[in-house]
């Protein structure tokens, strides 16, 4: 595993992603809220009415805010066309933007209501019109609460900036989401890091504005001023300058697997000239949306989820009908090319510890119905209310003793443990090779197939040297390979692997690489 | 009616707050150059009717009129250029230093006032010049109050309000800013209105002298006729408290 300070040089480009998405959702919260502060210190229903709503807005967790402006986009996409971006920027800038007004908002209505009467009185005895008046003297004289306000959004909006990652925009959440992931407390510590540096920092040259501006030091609030400017403009500058020329962004889901996969695929687009960027760490409902948006270009996905998903079918007419017809819609309906299959699937199953398996004469699903009244099963939290669930139940008569619900890490412990004596895995969990586990078979087809599916965004679905260079991978990668490299990179041990090294591993197992 | 062009009319001027009556109908012309005191207890709405000249307060009933014009008619920042406006809260900005303060009226119109003009306006109300780059809060109360008066001098008013100008103010400094205001007063050829609730004072400053009750004007006379026994009970009232004191401290001057 990297050490911290060797991956921190690597994160120039999310620094200024997050520098130029925090900046700017501070300086639209700004342009809102200060106005709407002018407005509310001479309108008691005004003042209550923003406040209340800006409180509300810090009720909802940044987490669900950000997740809730893709729909809000997607519906909005009827009014203003379907090139409105429903990923990345947009989304967080308006909902770090909302997340920010609050402190904003409070503390310059707060610093209005208590100016002292006698000077404002004098603003009019003097003869102030509005205007001067609060350009002179109130908007001076509240100047240094105002900029305790921005100081505090500051820190929220940069430390919540970093779950811009899980909406496909650039931050410094990624190497924490990736880390997390993987479990390479490596990059989720150099990520909370940097992040918290940032914040830091912000919040020490802000802290010079404010006392500067408090002491009528010109040149310090000035100063101060410039060095947080400098700042924005340099993320902005690295960033337009990386920006040159699109690149292929490619997706990966919350789990170790997708982060693998993104990275092989991106590695051969690398080596076929193209410039790459990964959106780390997405939500698994946005994925879907933002490769048929172009917002993403490609991604791995699953037959079953996008049959039941998207399509809302609850059949199962076997793998090949159901990966034709999904094939079919996708280009009919979203013009996403579907490219291919990689030949293994990550689906639902059945798996035992080998010597119970061997204990029992168990190794299919007909085999387990006949033992099963006696034997207690385990499943994910969901398990048993999916339709895959009910599909095998019902077509093998699966009847056991007791039926119980695990976190899927403690499902494969309360199998090793005989807490659980058959469990419902996932095909390509890498704890299936490490726990020398055996899946059983499902002779009726009763499981709907997850084959895992290259999908290319419209934007790039003509683009032949994107497919002559993924070509390769589809039927490529089976099973056990996947199997072994998702426990290298889910492994805590010496022989962890980061989704780089084991998407080079697997591309040298599937004989694509030296 | 002395003057036949007086600079300040009240023609019924009246205001209420909901049920409660601040100001009832005051009648009264006030001729340009005469110094004027207004006088009354707290609540009978002394700084209400001031507040009306320079339309801080707008009158629910009757009207203003300055220089024959209503004062509800002209636009409220361009009339208070017009006025200086010194009250008890004095109300320096306290972000801005001696000199900003003092300019602030011409700065409003654009207008520059120059450092020698500071150093004049502050040697007017006996202030070193080199206090021009004070801040407020580096100043005594009584050095305050007279950066007030300065900064209400200082666009050249017709007409100089005063609201308890001097009530913050310890007796012997009010004593001299009183007298340095009347001496303004004189050499400035201005037109002073002050309310102030010490009889005395009032009756030492100025040349006419109107008494408040209860909203209605009572009194209007001059500090003559109310210390021979003018003006009816209220401003007798009044005129009793100072007549007392001087009568009791001159009584122990004789015994001691």
């Known amino acids: 595993m990297a050490p911290v300070w060797d991956i921190l040089p690597g994160l120039g480009d999310k620094l200024a992603a997050h520098v130029v998405l925090s900046a700017s959702a501070i300086g639209l919260a700004m342009l809102i809220a200060l106005p709407l502060a002018v407005w509310a210190s001479r309108s008691q229903a005004v003042a209550r009415l923003s406040l209340s709503l800006a409180s509300l807005v810090q009720t909802i967790p940044a987490l669900a805010l950000l997740a809730l402006f893709f729909p809000l986009l997607l519906s909005l996409r009827a009014v203003f066309g379907e090139d409105l971006p429903t990923l990345g920027f947009l989304p967080a800038l308006m909902a770090l933007t909302l997340y920010a007004l609050l402190p904003i908002l409070r503390n310059t209505v707060t610093a209005q209501a208590n100016l002292d009467p006698g000077v404002l009185e004098a603003a009019d005895g003097v003869g102030m019109t509005k205007w001067q008046k609060l350009t002179l003297v109130e908007a001076p004289l509240s100047a240094p609460f105002i900029m305790a306000g921005i100081r505090t959004a500051s820190v929220w909006t940069i430390g919540a900036a970093t779950l811009a990652t899980t909406i496909g925009q650039p931050s410094l959440g990624d190497p924490i989401f990736a880390g997390l992931q993987t479990q390479n407390w490596a990059l989720v510590v150099a990520g909370c890091l940097a992040s918290a540096g940032l914040a830091l920092v912000a919040d020490w040259l802000l802290w010079w504005v404010e006392r500067g501006i408090r002491q009528r030091r010109r040149w310090q609030w000035a100063g101060a001023l410039l060095a947080v400017v400098a700042g924005v403009s340099a993320a902005l500058w690295a960033q337009t300058d990386s920006a040159e020329g699109r690149r292929i962004v490619i997706a990966a889901k919350q789990f170790s697997e997708q982060y693998i996969l993104a990275r092989l695929i991106g590695s051969r687009l690398e080596a076929a000239g193209y410039k790459v960027e990964y959106r780390d760490g997405l939500g698994s409902a946005v994925v879907h949306g933002a490769v048929a948006a172009s917002s993403i270009d490609i991604s791995v996905d699953y037959t079953g989820t996008i049959w039941t998903n998207y399509l809302g079918r609850k059949d199962n007419p076997g793998r090949e009908a159901m990966y034709e017809t999904i094939r079919e819609w996708e280009w009919r309906e979203n013009g996403v090319r579907v490219l291919g299959r990689l030949g293994f ?29 006696s034997l207690t099963v385990g499943g994910d939290p969901e398990f048993f209310e999916r339709p895959e669930w009910i599909a095998v139940r019902d077509a093998y008569g699966l ?3 007791k039926r119980r619900n695990f976190a899927p890490t403690f499902m494969y412990n309360a199998l090793a443990s005989g807490e659980a004596d058959v469990i419902s895995a996932y ?6 090779a490490a726990d020398r586990l055996v899946v059983l078979e499902d002779p009726e087809g009763a499981l709907p197939s997850y084959d895992a599916m290259i999908m290319l965004s419209p934007r790039i679905a003509g683009d032949e040297g994107v497919v002559a260079a993924l070509t390769p991978l589809l039927g490529a990668i089976g099973v056990e390979a996947m199997r072994a490299a998702n426990l290298a990179v ?21 004989g694509l690489a030296k | 009616m002395t003057n036949p062009q007086p600079l300040l009319v009240f023609e019924r001027a009246a205001r209420a707050y909901g049920a409660s009556v601040a100001v009832a109908g005051v009648d009264c012309a006030i001729a340009a150059g005469s110094f004027v005191a207004l006088v009354g207890a707290s609540g009978s709405g002394k700084s209400t ?23 509800t008619r002209l636009a409220p920042a361009r009339l208070r250029r017009r006025v200086g406006y010194v009250f008890q809260g004095i109300g320096l900005f306290p972000h801005m230093n001696v000199a900003q303060n003092i300019a602030i009226g011409p700065r409003l119109t654009g207008e520059k006032t120059t450092p020698e003009r500071i150093a004049d306006l502050l040697r007017l109300v006996e202030l070193e010049p080199g206090l021009a780059s004070r801040m407020p809060d580096e100043l005594s109360g009584g050095q305050r109050q007279r950066v007030g008066v300065a900064r209400a001098l200082a666009s050249a008013p017709e007409l100089l309000l005063m609201d308890e100008p001097f009530g913050a103010l310890d007796p012997v400094t009010r004593d001299a800013l009183g007298r340095k205001v009347r001496e303004l007063h004189e050499r400035l050829g201005l037109t002073t209105v002050m309310v102030t609730h010490d009889m005395a004072e009032a009756l030492l400053l100025a040349d006419r002298v109107l008494v408040m009750d209860q909203g209605k004007l009572v009194a209007d006379t ?10 009816g009970p209220v401003a007798q009232r009044l005129v009793a408290v100072p007549r007392g004191q001087a009568e009791r401290l001159a009584a122990m001057e004789r015994s001691a």
């Open chain 1, 490 to 510: 889910d492994r805590e041990d010496a022989h962890k692997l980061t989704p780089e090294q084991a998407a080079a591993w697997l591309a040298r197992q599937a």
């Open chain 2, 49 to 71: 009717l001031l507040k009306m000249v320079n339309a801080l307060v707008e009158p629910t009933g009757g009207r203003v009129l300055f220089s024959g014009e209503d004062v």
């Open chain 2, 222 to 231: 001059t500090p003559r006729a109310l210390l021979a026994g003018e003006g």
């Open chain 1, 345 to 373: 699937e990550n689906a639902y199953a059945f798996a035992m510890r080998e010597d119970r398996a061997r204990e029992l004469g168990v190794s299919s699903l007909i085999d387990l119905a006949a033992v099963a009244p």
């Open chain 1, 427 to 432: 095909t390509s969990d890498g704890r299936i």
């Open chain 1, 399 to 401: 009847n056991f003793a």
